[in-house]
């Protein structure tokens, strides 16, 4: 019985039905995981249907403490707005950066790194010298110049920093790229005549799918550091929105008087670095063929 039970001998187990079992029985993982699902339910819910509009100002409650009176529960910042409100809309915004920001570098990094291992050559020699150009010069001085180029609204904020953060990407696909061109299935391919877009879509990024995911985990939390960077030096998102680095940034200012205010969104984002890194190397773990 506990042999017909095993991972191993399930009937019509995948190497992605495995991968995803091995990922369930991770309890770090998994933990994380849910903790990231309700964050982003509570970052959609709160802001429209919590105890206080977003947007709304008491002059009478400024730099109230944490309490259970009149459902502050946060407290409240030095304009008199509701913290819990305005953390979990700032978690809106951080999320939503670092998903759509990663999303770029994916789509941007995925397709050059396949390109540049698949024709290889000097095609090759040319696409990984740019990237190691691109690499001399700090990241986040490359994002406050396009950022300051471009403006810092919401729509050119990602897009800056995922224009940036695809380099490390391009080189995990490139190097996956090169190991699969030497594969039997691949020369089958070639001498079938196929098109360089069929084999690319067909027979690559299927195979490169398991690097991608993992670094994929570790780079939304990245992105969302580099927004609090941003955010934390003026460049980022501007009211009325929000986002945990410039609750972060307002809240240095007031570190000394309501210390909640620095704590709070700072607490929020250290625990959701955690997260995705435990996801992550859930995710190792669970796509590593060295542990099938």
């Not at 770090?28 to 977003?54: C, N």
């Not at 001498?191 to 939304?220: D, E, F, K």
């Amino acid at each position: 019985m506990a042999a017909a039970s095993s991972p191993g001998n399930r009937l019509g187990t995948s190497i992605w039905r495995d991968a995803l079992y091995r990922f369930s029985v991770n309890r770090a993982a998994m933990i994380s995981f849910w903790i990231i699902v309700v964050l982003a339910v509570m970052a959609i819910v709160i802001p429209i249907w919590g105890p206080h509009p977003v947007d709304a100002v008491y002059w009478d409650r400024i730099l109230i403490a944490p309490t259970l009176e009149n459902r502050h529960w946060f407290g409240t910042d030095a304009n008199g707005r509701d913290m819990f409100v305005r953390t979990l809309y700032g978690a809106r915004i951080s999320l939503t950066i670092g998903v759509l920001t990663t999303l770029v570098a994916l789509v941007i990094g995925v397709t050059y790194g396949a390109i540049a291992g698949y024709f290889g050559g000097r095609v090759d020699v040319v696409m990984m010298r740019l990237i190691d150009v691109l690499y001399a010069v700090p990241t986040l001085f490359l994002v406050i110049i396009l950022v300051s180029a471009f403006g810092n609204n919401f729509l050119l904020i990602f897009i800056s920093i995922g224009a940036v953060e695809w380099m490390t990407l391009a080189r995990i696909v490139r190097g996956q790229t090169l190991a699969i061109k030497g594969k039997e299935y691949m020369e089958a391919a070639h001498a079938l005549g196929l098109p360089a877009s069929r084999i690319l879509l067909q027979y690559i990024l299927p195979n490169v799918v398991g690097p991608v995911v993992v670094y994929v985990t570790l780079l939304i939390p990245i992105n969302i550091i580099v927004e609090s960077y941003l955010s934390f030096l003026g460049l980022g998102v501007q009211e009325p929105f929000t986002s945990w680095g410039r609750l972060i940034s307002q809240g240095s200012g007031e570190m000394e008087m309501a210390p909640w205010l620095l704590l709070i969104p700072a607490g929020f984002l250290t625990l959701t670095m955690f997260c995705f890194n435990f996801m992550g190397d859930g995710l190792r773990d669970a796509l590593d063929p060295k542990n099938r």
